[in-house]
């Protein structure tokens, strides 16, 4: 018997530092898991699906992720009291955003015009504890001046395999960054904080493996004097054999935005 199917385009944000990504993995706390226990409570064991938009890796955070919501049989009779069920009942580094229906021909992975990620960074001096989940520190200073140069470097179409962790010769490396640009941190604040933070603001419709966290330690490497402009240059060539050592740490990457 044919069974009818109902999609919805859920939207959330979550702070990633305790969590080991999106993808669930045995014995251990990711996000995925943690949010399909808590559908599956509210649902009251009713048969679900979900998929993301966008696997996050460990300590990775999230200002705006979405996923795809699938049920059978019928649909959520109402869709304000699920959220507010939704929310009551996911842990408090979680929260559910929106959620919209959808058709069938929706693909949350193919649908997505781009994504918006920040990468939060301060230099120069060790912060406060409380910024660990979401702003990377550099004790020594950088060069944030050529910083800002090397970071348009990467705006438009190029050779990304150098910026893809264990890439192989068979992978697809071309890739387009609408927007690259380091700027100063004027969009997350705390008491907290230092008084001057930066922002690595990427947008692209796809990226790949640790794309951003790679681009983002040739920059730190940059700002050091440890490469040149002409590095940065060089290894997004199309024959490009340039192998990025430095993987910036997790926890300073946020997906800002994600739009469909």
């Known amino acids: 018997m044919f069974q009818k199917r109902y999609y919805y385009l859920v939207k959330f944000q979550f702070l990633g530092y305790r969590f080991h990504g999106w993808q669930k993995q045995p014995n251990t706390k990711t996000l995925h898991l943690m949010i399909d226990r808590t559908l599956k409570y509210v649902l009251k ?13 460990a300590m990775v955070s999230a200002q705006e992720a979405a996923l ?17 069920a939704f929310n009551a009942n996911l842990p408090q580094d979680i929260r559910a955003l929106s959620i919209e229906q959808v058709s069938a021909d929706f693909n949350i992975i193919q649908d997505s015009k781009f994504k918006e990620y920040h990468y939060l960074f301060s230099e120069g001096q ?9 702003l990377t520190t ?8 050529v910083m800002k140069q090397g970071a348009k470097y990467f705006q438009g179409t ?10 192989t010769d068979k992978g697809l490396y071309e890739r387009t960054l609408d927007c690259c640009e380091l700027i100063e941190n004027t969009l997350y604040k705390a008491n907290f904080f230092p008084g001057k933070s930066y922002m690595l603001r990427v947008i692209g419709k796809g990226y790949g ?3 951003i966290r790679l681009m983002m330690g040739a920059l730190i490497a940059l700002g050091r004097g440890e490469v040149d402009l002409e590095f940065i240059d060089e290894s997004l060539r199309p024959n490009s054999t340039i192998k990025i050592n430095f993987i910036a740490p997790a926890s300073g990457l946020i997906l800002h ?4």
């Open 68 to 84: 795809e919501l699938f049920l059978r049989d019928h649909p959520l009779e109402d869709i304000d009291q699920f959220m507010v």
């Open 209 to 211: 493996r640790h794309q």
């Open 126 to 134: 060790k912060c406060h504890p409380f910024c660990a989940p979401i």
């Open 158 to 167: 190029h050779n990304f395999k150098s910026y893809c962790y264990k890439a």
């Open 45 to 57: 064991d009713r048969y679900f699906k979900t998929l993301a938009a966008s696997r996050t890796d």
């Open 138 to 145: 550099v004790l020594e200073p950088l060069n944030i001046a």
């Open 257 to 260: 935005k994600i739009e469909f």
